[in-house]
């Protein structure tokens, strides 16, 4: 296999983890919770399609960022959709602690000081919950 090279010099890890992040802000979070979810055993050969994720870069007081605000209505409209495709909607929390430095995330060794919160919302259906309980 060969390594990613810029002109005639492979990149290293660190080079390589920089120029992802200057491709795409959300790298960090993206591939914190990518590998989380593997450690896990959750991936395409075992878990193919089954979540519809979410991920959200918070601070340790889960406040986060407006890139995603979701109002009860909108949340409900996408468990909805996840649910009529017959997925889990899971929000996928990144916590970055307080004085963790835009400097830091520059090394992939930021990842050991990120938490990873998962959440899994399901809807409560009552004409659903009805059939069940009179199946029992």
């Given at each position: 296999?060969?390594?990613?090279?810029?002109?005639?010099?492979?990149?290293?890890?660190?080079?390589?983890?920089?120029?992802?992040?200057?491709?795409?802000?959300?790298?960090?979070?993206?591939?914190?919770?990518?590998?989380?979810?593997?450690?896990?055993?959750?991936?395409?050969?075992?878990?193919?399609?089954?979540?519809?994720?979410?991920?959200?870069?918070?601070?340790?007081?889960?406040r986060g960022s407006t890139l995603r605000p979701f109002s009860w209505r909108s949340l409900a409209a996408l468990s909805r959709i996840t649910a009529n495709v017959s997925k889990e909607l899971m929000l996928c929390y990144i916590i970055y602690p307080a004085g963790l430095s835009e400097a830091e995330l520059d090394s992939p060794v930021c990842l050991s000081r990120l938490s990873v919160q998962e959440v899994i919302v399901s809807r409560w259906v009552s004409s659903k919950e009805r059939t069940e309980q009179e199946d029992i």
């Open positions: 296999m060969s390594s990613p090279v810029i002109g005639q010099e492979p990149l290293s890890i660190s080079q390589l983890w920089r120029k992802f992040r200057s491709l795409r802000p959300d790298f960090v979070s993206s591939f914190s919770a990518y590998q989380h979810l593997r450690s896990k055993g959750k991936g395409p050969p075992f878990y193919h399609a089954s979540y519809s994720v979410v991920i959200e870069r918070v601070d340790g007081a889960f």
